[in-house]
Nanobody, 121 residues
């Protein structure tokens, strides 16, 4: 019923930039929060940043000042602009969206399949 399509991952040198995108499609009535998580090998999945429907944002301390999350509500799309990338940013990045489906009275969380970001030193 809902698909999350992620793009923008890849290999970049330390200090470089990447921009991730995630578009939600399907039987969507309304979207609340949209966010990005990441999971590095051998580590737990962690929140990178999220953005509420009103535009308020939240960032992990490790990415503050380097990453910027934004969203285009008309396109059901969330972006993550990543700058000054470090090798420790290497991980699989997952998009997560909290939304209501058409015909539903409750919110549910949906996840993308993930996109690999690799930062070389």
């Amino acid at each position: 019923q809902v698909q999350l399509t992620e793009s923008g991952g890849g290999l970049v040198q330390a200090g470089g930039s990447l921009r991730l995108s995630c578009t939600a499609s399907g039987s969507i009535f309304i979207i609340n929060a949209m966010g990005w998580y990441r999971q590095a090998p051998g580590k737990q999945r962690e929140l990178v940043a999220d953005i509420r429907s009103g535009g308020s944002t939240n960032y992990a301390d490790s990415v503050k000042g380097r990453f910027t999350i934004s969203r285009d509500n008309a396109k059901n799309t969330v972006y993550l602009q990543m700058s000054s990338l470090k090798p420790e940013d290497t991980a699989v990045y997952y998009c997560a969206v909290d939304l209501r489906l058409i015909g539903s009275y409750s919110y549910s969380e949906h996840w993308g399949r993930g996109t690999q970001v690799t930062v070389s030193s």
